[in-house]
């Protein structure tokens, strides 16, 4: 399995952007989808999570409102829409995907290799 993120950047504290994890390599509508983010010197720690079918969605307490978690199983690609970014968002994101949509970072079997998100102030 392997799964790509990109759309990391520098932004400016307000401004959003569009995160995408192109994923391949098992049944891409099989499997739930999570985004996790890491800051430097911090634990990983859960952003949101989708359902094989989208049907279920979870959100960290911090992230909701502001950021939408979706997936286009045509595609094989599931996005992170982050609107309303603040400098704590800084972090590396990293998509994963895993067997039920859950904030548990163990429960996630395969991971992609990040993408970093700069917010300024």
């Known amino acids: 399995v392997q799964l790509q993120a990109s759309g990391g950047g520098l932004v400016q504290a307000g401004g959003s952007l569009r995160l995408s994890c192109a994923a391949s390599g098992r049944t891409f509508s099989s499997y739930a989808m999570g985004w996790f983010r890491q800051a430097p010197g911090k634990e990983r720690e859960f952003v949101a999570a989708?359902?094989?079918?989208?049907?279920?969605?979870y959100y960290a307490d911090s992230m909701k409102g502001r950021f939408t978690i979706s997936r286009d199983n045509a595609k094989n690609t599931v996005y992170l829409q982050m609107n309303s970014l603040k400098p704590e968002d800084t972090a590396v994101y990293y998509c994963?995907?895993?067997?039920?949509?859950?904030?548990?970072?163990?429960?996630?079997?395969?991971w992609g290799q990040g993408t970093l998100v700069t917010v300024s102030s």
């Open positions: 994963a995907q895993g067997s039920t949509p859950t904030p548990r970072v163990e429960e996630f079997d395969y």
């Open positions: 989708i359902s094989w079918s989208g049907g279920i969605i």
